[in-house]
């Protein structure tokens, strides 16, 4: 077989349809489809979702270097820095994510658990979709274009390399949720709650 | 294993029927399946590009295809059935079967965090639902990405965007979090 397969292909889609399903049963099963701990997160009281990123992040990003360094992926999908869109855009995803209590992807899983606010919000969710569209011409000339830096990685840009990076990243995270999984457990049964 | 104090996971020996996993499983469960997405077909994983091809696909019933074609934004991400639409549809599926055999799945109009605070009216929390969807898909296509793209498979190819997206989303969504959860008679 070979790879990468097409995303157009019927073997894309069935390639789709697995990877979603698997997608769908992790979020769930992380428990980031839920309402209360998402806006626990933002109210540190519950950080489960910092747990479900930093480990998909260390996990996924030193797998993914490991390929990169063997060879067998083409290459990144590294997005671009256009710094305002991104910073603006980050800022109003962050009070989105707290008024709705879900993002995107959670989002959608959560309208499949039963969450009928979600389906409201995805409802809502189109609608900034559309709106987006139709000022997508004056946004494309007004702020997409200031600060633009194009794609950048942290090793370019600090000059530190890869392998240091997720080092770093790992030991940081290893200290962070052992310092995490101490403190719950000699607070007891506060914090965090179903 | 997490010393958990949340929903406790119970013991069926099928993992697909417990309640929840450790957030640490389930976390290396999704950088594994970043990996694997990039190795076989080549792609990051992401969500808000296609739901704002799905807005697409709900102004056309309204507008006639021809008027979105024609937009400056739709004329690039092009509304059309194809992988990441099955991507979309099968997480829904895969959330589905896994609050059905958890046993989590039920029906909820008001959450209780929201409900501590706001009260128990669906009504009230409709509107802030919608609100914060408008909201979230705007901010997620102004800044190219949401949670998916940026902050996990941007942050994990290191990317500079996904980084910076993590880091305001993060600290936007706490200030968010203090205004909106200020107890009005006891504040702190």
Not at chain 1, 177 to 186: G, I, P, Q, V
Request: charged letters at 10%; one cysteine or more.
């Amino acid at each position: 077989m070979n790879l990468p397969i097409p995303t157009s292909s019927i073997g894309g889609l069935l390639c789709a349809a697995v990877f979603g399903l698997i997608f769908g049963v992790l979020l769930q099963k992380a428990r980031v489809a839920e309402y209360d701990v998402i806006v626990n997160f933002f109210r540190l009281r519950d950080m489960t979702v910092l747990k479900v990123m930093l480990t998909a992040i260390v996990v996924g990003g030193i797998g993914v270097a490991l390929m990169m360094t063997a060879g067998w992926l083409e290459g990144y999908h590294i997005k671009g820095t256009k710094l305002l869109g991104l910073v603006l855009g980050s800022a109003l995803f962050g009070v989105g994510m707290v008024l709705y209590g879900y993002c995107p992807g959670t989002g959608v899983a959560a309208i499949a658990t039963g969450s009928l606010h979600a389906l409201v919000g995805f409802a809502g969710m189109l609608v900034g979709g559309i709106a987006y569209a139709f000022s997508y011409s004056w946004i494309d000339a007004n702020i997409l274009g200031v600060g633009d830096y194009g794609k950048v990685r942290l090793t370019e840009l600090t000059g530190i390399p890869e392998f240091a990076w997720w080092a770093l990243l790992a030991l940081g995270a290893a200290a962070c949720f052992t310092w995490l999984e101490r403190s719950a457990r000699s607070v007891g049964s506060t914090g965090h709650q179903g | 294993m997490e010393q958990s104090t949340t929903a406790p996971l119970s013991e069926n020996p099928n993992p697909l029927c417990r309640r929840a996993w450790s957030p640490y499983v389930a976390g290396a469960g999704i950088g594994i399946l970043s990996i694997l997405v990039f190795l076989v077909v080549n792609k990051p994983l992401g969500m808000s590009t296609e739901i704002s091809k799905l807005s697409g696909w709900a102004t056309a019933i309204f507008t006639g295809s021809e008027a979105v074609s024609e937009n400056a934004y739709w004329s690039q991400k092009k509304p059309a059935f194809g992988y990441s639409t099955v991507f979309l549809l099968a997480t829904f599926a895969g959330a589905m079967l896994s609050a059905k055999l958890g046993g989590t799945f039920r029906w909820e109009k008001v959450p209780g965090v929201w409900r501590e605070r706001f009260g128990p009216s669906a009504g009230k929390r409709m509107v802030g639902a919608f609100l914060g969807g408008v909201i979230i898909l705007f901010g997620a296509r102004l800044a190219g990405g949401c949670t998916s793209g940026h902050g996990i498979s941007g942050t994990l190819q290191l990317a500079l965007s996904g980084w910076i997206f993590f880091a305001v989303m993060f600290l936007s969504g706490i200030a968010t979090a203090k205004l909106m959860f200020r107890n009005p008679s006891n504040p702190n």
